[in-house]
């Protein structure tokens, strides 16, 4: 469906108002660096703040699981990811909680600090159960995914690990034979110990006769 010329323009005027942030503290604050995975070519707009503590999360998963190959490769990345913002949305409920148990709750009475902030957070917490209902569903959503994901993972790496044993021991029985004659030790003058061929010679019959039929 395409707009007109009129809607088109006041579109481009109302964009004109919205510059971004114009600070340097609010420039700092938004400011991303992408993080490009490799194999999938999705990228992640990581915080500055969080972005060595994010590298240092992926190395994690990758020094537990030393994947091989594209594919365990992305898995990896995948958990990586998916733990990743399931922390996040825990921490947003966590701060949320944190941010209505602040609030006054106007009961009175004279009660102590830890008092105070539970009952805080009972008062105001239907403010935001919506928040936080949505929040839980994703969390688990992500658990749910993460789980499956780690299971494929492990799945993949059982067989790749099988396939490599498979052709260790078909390389193996593929190798040639050798036929060794039987050794005896024999002692030489300096005390070495060494072998030498020793001729298996079939006894003789005692019969003469026998030995001529």
């Known amino acids: 469906m395409s707009i007109s010329e009129a809607q088109l323009n006041a579109n481009r005027e109302n964009a004109k108002h919205s510059t971004g942030p114009r600070s340097e503290t609010s420039k700092a604050k938004v400011r991303m ?31 537990e699981y030393n994947p091989k190959g594209v594919t365990e490769e992305v898995l990896v990345q995948s958990l990586c990811d998916i733990s990743w913002s399931t922390q996040q949305m825990r ?33 105001h917490a239907s403010e935001n159960l919506k928040n936080l209902n949505l929040l839980g569903i994703y969390e688990n959503r992500k658990a749910r995914l993460f789980n499956a994901t780690r299971r ?11 396939k490599e044993k498979a052709e260790r021991e078909a390389a193996k029985a593929a190798q040639p034979v050798e036929h060794n004659a039987i050794h005896t030790a024999t002692a030489v003058p300096d005390g070495f110990v060494c072998s030498e061929p020793k001729t ?12 001529a039929a």
């Open 33 to 63: 660096n992408t993080l490009k995975h490799g194999y999938s070519g999705h990228i992640i707009a990581i915080p500055d703040h969080e972005r060595e503590a994010f590298r240092q999360h992926l190395e994690n998963f990758r020094a």
């Open 91 to 123: 921490a947003q409920s966590a701060n949320i909680m944190a941010m209505i148990g602040s609030k006054p709750n106007n009961i009175p009475g004279e009660r102590d600090a830890e008092l105070d902030y539970a009952l805080s957070q009972a008062v």
């Open 152 to 162: 494929e993972l492990v799945q993949v790496q059982a067989e790749r690990r099988a």
């Open 200 to 211: 298996v010679v079939s006894p003789l019959p005692d019969d003469p006769q026998k030995m």
